[in-house]
């Protein structure tokens, strides 16, 4: 059993960067793969981020891909999402969650803990 707290978001002028946290508690961050996801309004939840339990391996969405930066501080027992070069589509409601696994770690119904999310907002 975990717990996971977002927090972080904001409004911020296109082309800045904010960084997202994700607190856990009941249990350790790095017995889980974590991912981020996001959702604009209107549109499907979107996979941002992954970092895996096993292997610490990162995976990025392509649109994200350079811009954004996936960590775990295992003393803290908090993932970050460090999102540089914002852009006004990159705007949505940013969600951590945490998987038991490994396996499919792109898809949302591969994890089974899920924050409460918290709101970008990138103005152009």
């Known amino acids: 059993q975990v717990q996971l707290v977002e927090s972080g978001g904001g409004l911020v002028q296109a082309g800045g960067s904010l960084r997202l946290s994700c607190a856990a508690s009941g249990r350790t961050v790095s017995s889980y793969t974590m991912g981020w996801f996001r959702q604009a309004p209107g549109k499907e939840r979107e996979f941002v981020s992954t970092?895996?339990?096993?292997?610490?391996?990162?995976y990025y969405a392509d649109s994200v891909k350079g811009r954004f930066t996936i960590s775990r501080d295992n003393a803290k027992n908090t993932v970050y999402l460090q999102m540089n070069s914002l852009k006004p589509e990159d705007t949505a409601v940013y969600y951590c969650?945490?998987?038991?696994?490994?396996?499919?770690?792109?898809?949302?119904?591969?994890?089974?803990?899920w924050g409460q999310g918290t709101q970008v907002t990138v103005s152009s």
């Open positions: 970092i895996l339990r096993s292997s610490g391996s990162t």
């Open positions: 969650a945490a998987s038991n696994g490994v396996a499919r770690s792109r898809e949302w119904f591969a994890y089974g803990y």
